[in-house]
């Protein structure tokens, strides 16, 4: 440790006169000085306190704090005069390896978590066996007690919440659980700024068990705090718990914070209390404080579901949607209700809604006039075009699946998205609209973009090539829909693997928009990048650069690409320019590319992501671990906030991420990062996806390198299955590797064969 923690702070100030160095007499006597006052606030008098001087470099002054693991002093750091908080493991040499080992690991978690509302770990170390360490001291109160002392508004109390889901949330984003949520473990400074304290329960989500967690398995107990328990916690299966679990105690939180009661009883016997966690129905937050509107509402029971999945699925959606509501958006808790966001958007836009309105009574009018003139539906629909009738249809079978949500149907209200488009596809593929060609290539191509944007590429791909057949059909070769649906099923194909025919749509895709649209069409440009990133998909940069440039030069010369558009092409060519060791071009191009991304989206965007990742991307390269972290984190923040953890770009993320700290030689933090890409790729990819195996790829090489070879053979097994006969590189690699894992199992004839077949022929 350095000898001097707090130099980071370029606010702290030495209060003594330049000159004139402060002695350890003063030291002492100033240390004194805030103990007396202390005492005579009326605070009890301090139990066994050590000597002033019993921490190095440290001067105590209190005890703030005594609980069951550790005891709380405060302290003076000698050299800035910083007052710090000083933890100390009560038992000292006596504690148990267990203690020591949830003492340290509190150490460790904190050291990694830097954010300004997380209290900061900034020195550790022994004394006569006793083990401590120093963090921020933050003067000011509990969250409980500082509710109870400030009269707050509802938007007041949702504004402080939300700092301290963020402050959660980037634990999430390390991989920290807290498990021990509660008022008593957030601290309120004196400007009003949350901070969280005590991570001495908290779990790094590994997916393996720490001692406490066996120790909860064998005794049916739970970790943490009983009236802000989860129920997962209360049935004592830590296999159970993650980061919904800190989204349970976040919710009974903040209904005390907005109420002042628990959700539930929480007083008398434990197994009473157990089974209120387990299975009472929290009581209406409104009927406690009648304030507490419909949304605020939503929120907190959302937060306090007894099922996981029901739940807001990390803090930072939470915070999201805390955020939303004192913006006045639509919360994505309601999103189900369409005459909620109808409501929402109409408030918000009031002006403009109003003269929509006065359109609509006009345009309604107009229709029951026209209604009287033309008696009979069918003669006026006679009257319209065949483009006309089909979007007339198409407008029907939208108002069908809008009415999926409907209770009365049989249809739970919590119908997401994607089940909608499930609906839809059933539907069609139940040849509903067979007699409508025109109708139905229409609605594939809705549905197949909607799984597009969902991240579901393997459900997507039947859908646009349907629609893609019946454009074609109706509407010829060469019409606009049918060059949409080719273009958008080409990077479907280009983003499951299927790279040969994804080349062939798109140049036919190419060569058509380029006929009918011209060179400078932004949809030609957009499927010149998509071309160019298939050839670095195959690492053919040599053909790729030229595309990107073309595409730079059309835009440059009047051609109608959007100036996001060119700030992907931007970022895909400095890729491929840093993949050629073309850094300064490629440095420029990164640059200019998330320059522009932050001035088109001021709010989170998957783009600026993906800008992050690329020079990331970069900055590894150019041997720069720190920078490129900084950007990799970047990334991984804005994902969180637009994106499901499961979506493939945040699965490409977490393996991009895990092959950085590999490089670095962090196996554990790599083997972090590469099992969640493994369980959600699981969870959303067929069992045969090359995006899956070269996943397990990864996650195999890293258990060799931390010698569990036995764990890692089956998933090299896997890998090297999926990828024969795909792309040889990739499946060279997953080769080598398994080679590499037998012969550490001591399978050495197998392991020879295999790299036998990485010998060239002849």
């Known amino acids: ?76 750091h000698k050299t800035t005069k910083r007052k710090v908080a000083i933890k100390v493991m009560i038992e000292g040499a006596l504690a148990s390896t267990r203690e020591r080992t949830r003492f340290e690991r509190e150490v460790e978690i904190l050291a990694q978590l830097d954010h300004p509302n ?19 001291y933050i003067s000011g109160s509990t969250l409980d007690v500082w509710i109870s002392q400030h009269d707050l508004s509802i938007a007041e109390v949702l504004e402080l919440f939300g700092k301290i889901c963020e402050a959660v949330n980037a634990a999430h984003l390390k991989g920290v659980i807290h498990r021990d949520i509660k008022p008593a473990n957030v601290r309120v400074d004196a400007n009003g700024e949350p901070h969280i304290v005590d991570f001495g329960l908290a779990r790094i989500a590994t997916g393996s068990l720490s001692d406490d967690d066996r120790l909860m398995t ?64 929290p009581a209406r937050p409104s009927t406690v404080r009648r304030q507490i509107n419909d949304e605020v509402e939503t929120i907190v029971l959302k937060c306090l579901s007894k099922e996981r999945d029901r739940r807001y699925q990390n803090a930072g959606d939470l915070a999201r949607d805390i955020a939303h509501y004192l913006r006045g958006d639509p919360i994505e808790a309601k999103r189900d209700s369409g005459w909620y966001v109808l409501r929402k958007t109409a408030k918000r836009y009031r ?55 409907d209770p009365t149907l049989g249809v739970g209200k919590d119908i997401t998205m994607r089940e909608v488009a499930d609906r839809a596809a059933a539907r069609l593929d139940a040849e509903a609209l067979a007699d409508q060609p025109r109708v139905e290539a229409s609605l594939r191509a809705i549905i ?8 579901e590429w393997q459900k997507a791909e039947p859908q646009l090539r349907r629609a893609h057949e019946l454009h074609e059909l109706v509407s010829g070769t060469d019409s606009e829909n049918t060059l949409r649906a080719r273009h958008l099923l080409a990077v479907v194909l280009r983003n499951t693997g299927q790279l040969d025919e994804a080349h062939q749509r798109l140049t036919d895709a190419r060569a058509q928009a380029e006929r009918v649209l011209g060179p400078d069409d932004e949809r030609t440009l957009q499927i010149l990048n998509d071309l160019a990133q298939l050839h670095k998909l195959r690492g053919e940069h040599a053909e790729a650069i030229p595309l990107y440039r073309l595409v730079l030069e059309h835009a440059e010369n009047g051609g109608e690409a959007a100036p996001e558009m060119l700030a992907v092409v ?8 840093a993949q050629i060791g073309e850094i300064v071009e490629a440095d420029a191009m990164f640059a200019t590319s998330i320059k522009a991304f932050v001035a088109a989206h001021p709010e989170p965007h998957p783009d600026t992501a993906r800008a992050r990742i690329r020079y990331a991307t970069l900055l590894k390269q150019t041997n720069q671990p720190e920078a490129a972290r900084h950007e990799y984190q970047a990334a991984f923040e804005i994902f969180d906030h637009t994106l499901d953890a499961t979506h493939p770009d945040v699965l490409a993320l977490r393996t991009q991420f895990g092959a950085f700290l590999y ?12 099992t969640i890409a493994v ?69 050495t004839e197998r392991a020879a064969e295999l790299r036998a077949e990485l010998e060239p022929e002849g």
């Open 1 to 76: 440790m350095p000898e001097d923690p707090t130099n980071k702070d370029p606010t702290n100030e030495d209060p003594t006169k330049p000159g004139n160095p402060p002695s350890a007499d003063d030291d002492l006597i100033a240390a004194a000085q805030m103990a007396a006052q202390a005492r005579s606030d009326g605070l009890p008098p301090e139990p066994e306190l050590p000597p002033l001087d019993y921490f190095p470099g440290y001067i105590l002054a209190r005890e703030i704090h005594r609980g069951g693991q550790g005891i709380v002093y405060q302290a003076i």
């Open 118 to 136: 997380i209290v900061d770990v900034l020195d550790s170390g022994a004394v006569e066996g006793r083990f401590y360490y120093v963090m921020d």
């Open 218 to 281: 064998l005794t049916g107990q739970f970790i943490g705090s009983l009236p802000w328990a989860s129920p997962e916690q209360a049935q004592g299966i830590p296999s159970m718990i993650d980061v919904r679990t800190d989204v349970y105690s976040l919710g009974v939180t903040l209904y005390q914070m907005l109420t002042g009661r628990f959700p539930y009883q929480v007083a008398g016997n434990m197994r009473d209390v157990l089974d209120n966690i387990l299975r009472a129905e």
């Open 351 to 405: 002006g403009v809604v109003s003269a929509a309105a006065i359109m609509l009574v006009m345009l309604v009018g107009f229709a029951v006039g026209m209604s009287v003139l033309n008696s009979q539906k069918a003669r006026a629909l006679d009257d319209l075009g065949a483009e006309s009738r089909a979007r007339l249809a198409i407008i029907e079978e939208l108002e069908r699946w809008l009415e999926a949500p």
């Open 448 to 455: 197949g973009r909607t799984y597009f944007n969902l991240g």
């Open 570 to 577: 931007r970022g895909n060519l400095g890729e491929s320019l």
């Open 663 to 674: 490089s670095l030689g962090d196996f554990d933090a790599a083997l972090e990062s590469f």
């Open 679 to 747: 369980e959600g790729a699981e969870a959303t990819e067929p069992p045969g996806s090359a995006r899956l195996a070269w996943y397990r790829r990864w996650l195999g090489m890293t258990l060799v390198s931390l010698d569990r070879a036995a764990e890692a053979k089956p998933l090299l097994e896997q890998a090297v299955g999926a990828l024969r006969g795909g792309r040889p590189d990739l499946e060279r690699s997953a080769i080598a590797e398994l080679a590499k894992c037998l012969e550490a199992l001591g399978e």
